[in-house]
C-alpha cells in the first residue's frame, strides 16, 4: 500500500517544474480478483494489481494529458514531460482552466465491504460455481452454462491540483452474471443473470442463477412479431440503457457542442411527469458514489427531469465555465488512462406506483422488450433516433403471453420519455448504459419492426 | 531478437517460469508487454485532448487441471515478474513441474517505414486540420467535423514451459472523421475511418479523403426517407460491409464458443451452412492490415485460415487451449487486448473472397429491396446466432437501381438462415478496420468483402 496522496501532489509538483502553469493529477492502485467457471469447474482464476497515474497540464490556455504506471520519481517526472508536451500541441481554449477548489466533500458511509478483502479465493469460487449450479437446478431445460463469472474489485483513488484541491477514497465492488443456454426447439436460447453489490456477502447467488434460467427458457419457442405500432414495457435492463442515452443527452458537453438532442430544450417539457430523474453521485448503492468526482469536486444529487421539464445539464469544471454554470461534480473517467470529461454518476429514475402485473394491465396489447442489442451503432446521438434490435415477450389481454424475437424497435428519445404512460414501483440497479436504477417503464406507443 | 530480450531477459524468464510451476501445473506463460501511444483529437476546429502515455507489464499464467491460473502486475522488473509468478501459482498445491529450456526465435514483425513516434506532434495536428477543412468544403451544410488521430506501439516477448521465447512490435495508426449536416430540424452525421498496422506513411496518399466521404454521407443522408421495414432482399457492400460476416459467422467459429455449445456452428465441421459461391478466411498475416501481427499473444505464428470453402464449413479459430482440448492445430488466433488480459480465440482480418459477380448486376437483380452500403457497428449472440447490425449508409433498390437514401435502419437476423441466404458475392474486393469487443477485450480486426446479396432479411426502419 503505498501514500497515493503524496503520489499525486509529487506529480503536481513535477508537472509544475516541467513548465505547467497549473496541473491536476489522478492516481488510482486496484486489486482486482475474477473467477470464470464453467460445468462444475473453476475455469480461470485471475489476481491482479494495477496502479497508474494521470497527469493534466496546463499551459495557458492550452491543456495537455500525460499517464503511465512507472511511478517512481523518474517515470512522474516522464508523465509530466509528456502533459507538457501534449499541451503544447493542443490549440488555445478560452474555457481551459483547472476546477476551482470545490466546497467540502461529504462523508459517504458503505462504499466498502470488509467481505471483499475476507473472502479466500475458493470461497469466492464456491460463489460462481454455486451461480451455475442454479441455474441448472432451476430447470431441466437448462442444458449448459456458457459461462459464469465472479468479479470484485478494491480501488483506492487520490486526485491533487496545483489549486491546493485534495482528495483521496476508497471503494469496493463486485457483481456475479452467469449466461444460461436452454434447449430450444430451434436451437439454444441464452439468458443472462445477474447481480451487483460492495462485496461478495451482498450477491444472492441463487437469484442470480434463477434469472438466468428464466431468461432463456422463457425464450423457447419464440416468434418474429408482424410490425406494428402497440404499447411497450421496458425492462428495467432495457430501460436502464435507454436512461444511460439520456444521461449523455444531458451532459452539458454534447449540449455545447449542438451534439444531444436536449440542447436547447433546458426547462421545456420533454416528458411525461410521471418520469423523474435524478443524477445521484451520493447513493450509497451506486456504484458510481463518491466523494468526490474524477477532478475532485464533490459529488451531489442533482434533479435532472422533475415535473416533466429538463431542469438542468450536468457539468464539469470546463463545461461550467464554458456555459457560466456551477459544476454539478460530473467529471467522470475511465480510468488514469484517460482526460476526465462530462458524465452522469448514478442516473436513478423515481419508482412509481404500479406492480409488475397493473403495468401489463395498462399494456393491454403489446410487447414487453428484454433485452436490446446494438445500441452503439442503433442510435443517433445527435438528434436521439433510434432503431434497435430486441427479444422480449408478447403481451396479450394484460398479460405476458409467447416469446418474441428477431425485432426492432425504433423511435425518438424525447418522444419516447413523453410517452410514458406508467412507471414500475419495483427499481433494479443495472450496470449497463452507467450506473442507473430504474423500475420497468410503460411506453406508450413504439415502433415494432418484425415479418 | 534483441528487442524482445530488451522486454523479457532470457534468464529472468527462465526463473519466472520455474517459480510460476513451483506448486505443479501443466504449463506456464509469461508476457511482458510495454506499450505506449498518442491520440489527438479536432472539434470545432480546435486541437484538443492531446494525451501521451506508456504503459509496462506482465501476466503469467499456469495452467493445471483445465483451470488457469492468472495473476498480471504493472512494472517489468524482475521483482515484479516473480510476484505475479507468485500470485499465479499461490492457489496450486502440487508437486514443483520442470520447464523446458527456452529458445528464442521471433519472426519479422509488420514493417513500419516512418514510425510515427518519430513524426512531430504538430505535424498530428496539422493532418487533422487538414481533415477538418476537406470535410467543411464538402458543402455548407456541414455544421461540425470531429476527427481523430490515434497511434500506438505494443512491444511484446512471450515465453513458455515448452520453450518458446518470442516476441513482436507492433505499430498501428488510424485516423477517423465525423461530419454533421443540418438542414433546418434534420441532423445527420456521417463516418469514414482509415487505419493499418503500418507507420505514418500510411497518410502519404490524401488521408483527407476520409473526411470529404464522412461529409458526403452526412449531407447525403439530409435527402433520407425513412428506412422500409420488413423481410427483403439485402445488397450489403464492400470493405466494412465484412462486419456482417464477422459478426454473424466469424464469432461463432471463435473455438471457445464452438466447444462449449455456445455456437450455432457447433458440430457442422465439414457441413454445407452456405451456397458453393462462398469462401472465406481469416488471415492474420495480411501485410499491414489492421488485424495483423506476426505472432499471436500465445507467440504462435499468425496464418491464413479457410473457414468456409465453396459454402462447406472447412475451419476454426483457436488458441492454444482450444487446439489442446480437441487435437486441433493452434491457427494464430489467441490474442489479447493487453498484458492484463488472458488470451482467447479472436479474429484478425476475416473476409469472403471474391466472387464472379459484377456489383452493378448483384443490385440489378433486386426488384425492390435494400441497399446497406456500411455499417455503424454489430452484436451477435453466437449461442442463438441472432444478430443486429445499425446501418449508417443505406439506400432504397426499386427496380434495380439505387434510389432513395435511408436513415435509421437496422438489420436484425439468424447467422444460419442469413449466411444460407447469401446468393451472390461480388468481384469487387476491400478491406476495413474494426475494433472487435468479446468478453471485455477490445482488439483491432480487418473486416474484408466486395459486395454481397442476401435473398431475404428483416429491415427494421423507425417507423411501422
Not at chain 2, 521465447?165 to 456521417?190: F, K, P
Amino acid at each position: 500500500m503505498s501514500d497515493l496522496g503524496a503520489l499525486a501532489s509529487t506529480g503536481v509538483e513535477r508537472a509544475v517544474a516541467a513548465g505547467a502553469g497549473e496541473a491536476e493529477a489522478y492516481v488510482s492502485e486496484a486489486e482486482n480478483r475474477e473467477v470464470r467457471v464453467h460445468d462444475g469447474e473453476v475455469e480461470s482464476l485471475t489476481a491482479a494489481t494495477q496502479r497508474g497515474l494521470g497527469l493534466r497540464a496546463w499551459c495557458g490556455a492550452r491543456v495537455g494529458y500525460g499517464f503511465g504506471t512507472d511511478l517512481s520519481a523518474e517515470g512522474l517526472a516522464t508523465i509530466a514531460a509528456r502533459a507538457v508536451e501534449a499541451a503544447r500541441a493542443a490549440d488555445e481554449d478560452e474555457f481551459a482552466a483547472p476546477p476551482a477548489a470545490g466546497g467540502e466533500a461529504p462523508v459517504i458511509d458503505g462504499l466498502s465491504d470488509p467481505s471483499r478483502a475476507e473472502w479466500s479465493p475458493d470461497r469466492v469460487a464456491d460463489l460462481a460455481l454455486a451461480v451455475e449450479r442454479a441455474a441448472l437446478e432451476a430447470d431441466a431445460r437448462v442444458v449448459a452454462v456458457e459461462q459464469a463469472v465472479y468479479f470484485d474489485s478494491g480501488e483506492r483513488v487520490a486526485v491533487a491540483a496545483s489549486s491546493g484541491m485534495r482528495a483521496e477514497y476508497e471503494t469496493t465492488s463486485c457483481y456475479a452474471y452467469l449466461q444460461a443456454l436452454a434447449e430450444g426447439e430451434n436451437g439454444r436460447e441464452t439468458g443472462l443473470g445477474f447481480d451487483l453489490a460492495r462485496g461478495p456477502a451482498g450477491l444472492d447467488p441463487a437469484a442470480i442463477g434463477a434469472e438466468g434460467a428464466t431468461r432463456a427458457t422463457e425464450m423457447i419457442g419464440s416468434v418474429k412479431p408482424a410490425s406494428r405500432r402497440c404499447p411497450v414495457v421496458l425492462d428495467p435492463t432495457v430501460a436502464a440503457s435507454f436512461v444511460g442515452l439520456l444521461g449523455r443527452a444531458a451532459g452539458a458537453d454534447a449540449v455545447q457542442r449542438g451534439r444531444s438532442p436536449l440542447a436547447a430544450r433546458l426547462g421545456d417539457e420533454v416528458a411525461s411527469t410521471a418520469f423523474v430523474l435524478h443524477d445521484d453521485g451520493l447513493d450509497p448503492r451506486g456504484f458510481a458514489t463518491a466523494p468526490v468526482d474524477a477532478e475532485g469536486t464533490p459529488r451531489r444529487r442533482t434533479a435532472l427531469i422533475e415535473g416533466g421539464r429538463l431542469r438542468t445539464f450536468l457539468h464539469d469544471a470546463y463545461t461550467a465555465r464554458r456555459g457560466k454554470a456551477e459544476s454539478t461534480g460530473n467529471a467522470g473517467r475511465a480510468g488514469y488512462r484517460s482526460l476526465p470529461g462530462v458524465s452522469a454518476s448514478n442516473l436513478v429514475v423515481a419508482p412509481g406506483t404500479a406492480g409488475a402485473e397493473e403495468l401489463l394491465a395498462a399494456a393491454g396489447k403489446g410487447v414487453y422488450v428484454n433485452d436490446v442489442a446494438g445500441l452503439h451503432s442503433g442510435v443517433n446521438p445527435v438528434t436521439g433516433v433510434f432503431s434497435v434490435g430486441a427479444s422480449g415477450r408478447a403481451i396479450e389481454g394484460g398479460k405476458l403471453a409467447g416469446p418474441l424475437r428477431e425485432f426492432t424497435i425504433a423511435g425518438e428519445l424525447v418522444t419516447m420519455l413523453r410517452d410514458v404512460q406508467g412507471v414500475g414501483s419495483e427499481p433494479r440497479w443495472v450496470p449497463f448504459g452507467g450506473s442507473v436504477s430504474t423500475p420497468p417503464l410503460l411506453i406508450g406507443e413504439m415502433a415494432v419492426s418484425g415479418s | 531478437m534483441s528487442a524482445v530480450e530488451q522486454l523479457l531477459d532470457q534468464s529472468v524468464a527462465e526463473r519466472v517460469i520455474a517459480r510460476a510451476l513451483a506448486h505443479g501445473g501443466e504449463f506456464a506463460e509469461v508476457f511482458a508487454e510495454r506499450r505506449g501511444g498518442l491520440t489527438l483529437a479536432i472539434d470545432e476546429s480546435r486541437i484538443e485532448a492531446v494525451q501521451s502515455g506508456a504503459e509496462a507489464g506482465a501476466g503469467v499464467r499456469v495452467l493445471s487441471g483445465g483451470t488457469t491460473y492468472f495473476a498480471h502486475v504493472d512494472g517489468l522488473d524482475p521483482a515484479d515478474l516473480e510476484r505475479a509468478a507468485g500470485e499465479a501459482a499461490a492457489a496450486l498445491r502440487g508437486e514443483r513441474a520442470e520447464a523446458r529450456a527456452l529458445r528464442a526465435e521471433a519472426p519479422a514483425p509488420q514493417p513500419v517505414e516512418r514510425p510515427p513516434g518519430d513524426v512531430p506532434a504538430d505535424r498530428k495536428a496539422e493532418l487533422l486540420r487538414e481533415l477538418d477543412e476537406r470535410a467543411r468544403e464538402a458543402g455548407g451544410e456541414i455544421v461540425q467535423v470531429m476527427a481523430s488521430y490515434g497511434e500506438a506501439r505494443r512491444e511484446v516477448a512471450i515465453a513458455n514451459s515448452e520453450g518458446l521465447l518470442s516476441g513482436d512490435d507492433r505499430t498501428r495508426v488510424r485516423i477517423g472523421a465525423q461530419a454533421v449536416a443540418r438542414r433546418d430540424e434534420r441532423v445527420e452525421t456521417g463516418a469514414e475511418t482509415l487505419g493499418a498496422a503500418r507507420g505514418f506513411e500510411l497518410f502519404d496518399d490524401d488521408p483527407a479523403a476520409i473526411a470529404e466521404s464522412a461529409a458526403r454521407k452526412a449531407l447525403t443522408l439530409l435527402d433520407a426517407v425513412p428506412a422500409p421495414t420488413g423481410s427483403m432482399p439485402v445488397v450489403v457492400g464492400g470493405g466494412f460491409g465484412g462486419v456482417l460476416f464477422h459478426e454473424m459467422t466469424g464469432h461463432g467459429l471463435e473455438a471457445d464458443h464452438v466447444q462449449k455449445g455456445a455456437s450455432v456452428y457447433a458440430g457442422k465441421l465439414g457441413e454445407v451452412v452456405a451456397q458453393s459461391l462462398l469462401t472465406a478466411y481469416d488471415d492474420g498475416r495480411m501485410p499491414g492490415e489492421w488485424g495483423s501481427d506476426a505472432i499471436d499473444d500465445e507467440g504462435a505464428p499468425t496464418q491464413k485460415t479457410r473457414v468456409i470453402e465453396q459454402g462447406r464449413l472447412t475451419g476454426f479459430l483457436h488458441d492454444r487451449q482450444t487446439a489442446a482440448r480437441e487435437g486441433a492445430a493452434q491457427t494464430g488466433n489467441g490474442r489479447r487486448e493487453s498484458f492484463r488480459h488472458l488470451p482467447i480465440p479472436r479474429m484478425t482480418n476475416t473476409y469472403i473472397a471474391p466472387g464472379d459477380a459484377e456489383p452493378e448486376a448483384i443490385i440489378g437483380a433486386v426488384e425492390k429491396g435494400f441497399y446497406a452500403v456500411s455499417f455503424a457497428g454489430g452484436q451477435v449472440d453466437p449461442a442463438t446466432g441472432d444478430f443486429v447490425f445499425g446501418v449508417n449508409e443505406g439506400y432504397l433498390i426499386e427496380g434495380g437501381e439505387v434510389t432513395s437514401p435511408c436513415r435509421g435502419a437496422t438489420l436484425v437476423g439468424n447467422c444460419l438462415q442469413a449466411l444460407a441466404a447469401i446468393d451472390a458475392v461480388g468481384n469487387d474486393f476491400w478491406m476495413k478496420t474494426g475494433i472487435c469487443g468479446k468478453g471485455g477485450q477490445k482488439v483491432p480486426v480487418g473486416t474484408g468483402q466486395g459486395h454481397v446479396r442476401i435473398a431475404a432479411m428483416t429491415v427494421g426502419g423507425t417507423e411501422a
